[in-house]
């Protein structure tokens, strides 16, 4: 058995169990990460989709046996729900465990978790920038974080072999992984990831409140860009909503700045100014280009979706 | 041979052979739609690509060969260019021959291409609702119209044989059909084609602005949303510059209603009312799902873009 193939951690005990936990099960089980894996979710539909599907090798609606004796404790719920969660599991933590989450902010979870781990626990946020629009356990697949980045944001102190398993854990998962300041992932997030969600869910309400145009029309002719949108805006709102609620100065900040040049944009199609838009036009399609080179997104035209398979 | 494989087309002219132009040939050929394929591009380097690829049967430099017994010609330039080339070709259209263009405006190319329509020609506005972000001859691919929209705006008192016979040609290229006014047209393609192109351009913008966010974050932690609108945001600047100096009105109009929406959304976020975000992450999920049961995208998570074929 080489290094690679060992199980890093003896029991790992998932709190929620949506497509983050689920893929976390099924990328665990892929790579032979743990040992055990423990599912807990306090909700009876999630908890039978989950029991069906069988990623986890015992699954609990309390959370006390779900976290005995477990080494590695991942909180997968909407972030609105850690700080409860973290009190309750607190007094169930086993001394040199590793606690850590998969909340899209990092500066709000320090805030809600922090105060509530217990000495000799390893706390370690962690972000893994991966997912798809739909949610639940079905939703889970073990490649969900192949080639993409988890980011760790570490307090400052924290045990660096620690830092190190955790790192050695998302490897094993697929990821790359990256170790920030919890107040720069939240920026950084804010434009990559919060913004994009934003206007997309808000183009998708503008666009359902007109009178003038039809629900149906806008269906019928979505392929000209629009339908893009409505992707990342059929993501889980309660999950969304506590993104926007926990990182507000950073999504205020970049949201005024895409206001600001949106303002700009629009006075040059007020007075015709054609060359202001090809320069925007054109400077925008090279950071396409580095993105599909970075391996973070196909170079297949549409994203692969309406050229049949060869 | 039935009617549905007989040549509905003697000669086709296509005035342009990008992505448009090139997918119409391959699309024709597919069907046997015509029994020949003229193109034309004044430019060196597409006329020796498209030669290359071989799509059309006699391809040309200047105008009259092309035009010359054509009873189809196609405009399939940026928009920009339409008013010029139309004038330029007027002389070498041949009576009963319908003129058409693919244009993703319609009042302005009334406007631009009407008053060069000698008599005798029947002109019918057109436009294809597909694409993809890439540009240029080997770009064109025969399925791109496949179960997508083709809008049709006659002007009153057009030959209702000739729109039947475009509506076929459409038909047979793989789209479905449906005939607008040219003014209605702008504004739906205003709110799902031309403003989502205009925000993805924005924060694409906006995003590599950033001062406190390196492009190289940008790139790396993309897969969280932003790398969707990179997508749009990659597509041909000449094409989109025309767009937005065409349908002025239109954009300005939905702009105002995004903004204005944008804002309330902002003012949520600072006041924290979780309840106005919920709703409205909600509403828009069912909007996702009328569009994939309309046929109009793939209902794969992330468009299958991360899941290895099984």
Redesign the interface.
């Given at each position: 058995m080489t290094a690679d193939s060992k199980p890093l951690f003896t029991k790992v005990a998932l709190l929620g169990v949506g497509l983050i936990g689920a893929s976390i099960a099924h990328a665990i089980r892929r790579g032979g990460v743990a040992a055990h894996i423990a599912g807990y979710t306090p909700r009876a539909a999630t908890f039978e989709k989950a029991k069906k599907i069988g990623f986890a090798h015992s699954l609990h609606r309390e959370l006390e046996p779900a976290l005995r004796n477990a080494d590695l404790v991942v909180l997968a719920t909407p972030v609105g729900a850690f700080g409860a969660l973290a009190k309750e599991a607190a007094p169930h933590l086993q001394k040199n465990a590793i606690l850590t989450d998969v909340g899209?902010v990092k500066t709000a979870v320090v805030r809600d978790i922090g105060p509530h781990v217990p000495q000799g626990v390893h706390f370690i946020p962690a972000h893994p920038?991966?997912?798809?629009?739909?949610s639940g356990p079905e939703?889970g697949?073990p490649?969900?974080f192949?080639?993409?980045?988890c980011?760790l944001t570490p307090p400052p102190g924290t045990e660096p072999e620690a830092i190190e398993k955790l790192r050695t854990f998302w490897r094993r998962l697929g990821s790359e992984v990256?170790v920030m300041d919890p107040k720069?992932h939240d920026?950084?997030?804010a434009?990559?990831?919060?913004?994009?969600?934003?206007?997309?869910?808000?183009?998708?309400?503008?666009?359902?409140?007109?009178e003038?145009?039809t629900?149906g029309?806008?269906?019928?002719?979505?392929?000209?860009?629009?339908?893009?949108?409505?992707?990342?805006?059929?993501?889980d709102?309660?999950m969304?909503?506590d993104v926007?609620?926990n990182n507000?100065e950073a999504?205020?900040e970049?949201?005024g700045?895409?206001?600001e040049?949106?303002s700009a944009?629009?006075r040059?199609?007020?007075w015709?100014d054609?060359e202001a838009?090809?320069n925007?036009?054109?400077?925008?399609?090279a950071?396409?280009?580095?993105?599909i080179d970075?391996g973070?997104?196909?170079a297949a035209?549409?994203?692969?979706?309406?050229?049949?398979k060869s």
């Open positions: 899209s920038i991966a997912g798809t629009e739909q939703a697949f490649e969900l192949d080639g993409r980045w980011i990256e720069h920026l950084v997030l434009i990559t990831s919060h913004l994009p969600h934003l206007i997309a869910y808000n183009i998708v309400g503008t666009a359902d409140d007109l003038a145009v629900q029309e806008v269906i019928k002719y979505s392929a000209g860009g629009f339908r893009d949108f409505t992707r990342i805006a059929a993501s709102p309660t969304w909503r926007f609620l507000r999504v205020l970049v949201l700045r895409f206001s040049d949106l944009l629009q040059a199609i007020r015709g054609g838009l090809f925007l036009f054109t400077r925008t399609r950071i396409r280009r580095s993105i970075a973070q997104d196909s035209p549409n994203f692969g979706r309406n050229r049949p």
